[in-house]
């Protein structure tokens, strides 16, 4: 018996291990395969406050963490007419590797992005490859049975689910995921209606264990956060040749100097930045055609 147990033991810590190698593999694999001959780091003094200076390699592996962002767009979508069994998660999966393997050569011609950018990236892509796996697992396989059985109209768990998943991936273009209200969500799912018990109670037990779990992981990393300080929510550009006012009537723009090298203006992060970017970049063009 004993010996029966201690084998039973062996091959679950076998499983574990092949499946902990298996993870990790995509992160030895652009470690070895998608390193480039390091450049040049190109520096910009002009920005003279050190706490808003970033590296430039680092700059081009904040895509990956996009991909995964706009992974969550594509989920949303998906649930705006069928079901979490026809979104393609394994293709999530492989983009987010192979972007990384990209930019990681991108990095690496302009002066390679530091260890701990590197790490954060790895962290997350491991993290997104396993919460991808899992829900691919189960919703293509018992979650696609259970919503044959309920037919073609959702139920209001799954009506939960849609708007959960938009409201998630609106919330990840400008807030770090672990701030999301999963327990909110949890509290609605379970208070909505049965109008199909087979499905609905299949809803609530597999998306509110899943919504537990990341409640759970989200405490355990605001508190490490918390420990090491969050990451500053505003960052600084310096934009040449282009009018101090004009900047300053674009919504979200602050003047922090007006230098000879341009001006430096401060700026929410995110997918605000990208907006004001955008804004800005039109400006700029307008002012240029003016002069000519």
Excluded at 194 to 223: C, F, H, N, P
Aim: proline fraction near 2%; hydrophobic fraction near 45%; aromatic fraction near 10%.
């Amino acid at each position: 018996m004993i010996r029966k147990a201690l084998k039973g033991l062996a091959c679950l810590f076998a499983a574990l291990a092949i499946a902990v190698i298996l993870l990790l593999a995509p992160v030895g694999y652009v470690e070895t395969f998608c390193r480039g001959k390091i450049g040049a780091a190109r520096t910009d003094p002009k920005m003279s406050d050190p706490a808003f200076w970033r590296a430039e390699a680092n700059t081009y592996l904040t895509y990956p963490e996009w991909h995964i962002v706009y992974a969550y767009d594509g989920l949303a979508e998906t649930l705006k007419t069928t079901d979490e069994y026809a979104f393609g998660y394994l293709d999530s999966i492989a983009g987010f590797w192979s972007s990384t393997c990209q930019m990681m050569r991108y990095a690496d011609a302009h002066g390679g992005a530091d260890g701990a950018t590197r790490l954060m990236v790895h962290t997350i892509g491991v993290s997104f490859t396993l919460e991808m796996l899992m829900k691919a697992a189960y919703e293509e396989t018992v979650g696609r049975l259970f919503a044959a059985v309920r037919g073609a109209e959702k139920t209001q768990q799954d009506l939960v689910a849609r708007d959960m998943a938009g409201a998630y991936a609106a919330f990840l273009r400008q807030t770090p995921w672990y701030k999301f209200d999963f327990g909110r969500w949890r509290d609605m799912l379970d208070a909505a209606p049965m109008t199909d018990v087979l499905r609905g109670w299949e809803r609530r037990l597999a998306l509110g264990g899943e919504w537990s779990a990341k409640i759970a992981y989200a405490q355990a990393i605001a508190a490490g956060v918390a420990a090491t300080g969050e990451a500053k929510l505003t960052i600084r550009s310096l934009v040449g040749d282009m009018p101090t006012n004009e900047l300053a009537s674009i919504e979200g723009v602050r003047i922090i100097a007006d230098t000879t090298a341009g001006v430096i203006i401060e700026t929410d992060r995110y997918d605000a930045f990208t907006r004001i970017i955008a804004a800005v970049t039109a400006k700029r063009a307008l002012h240029r055609d003016r002069r000519q």
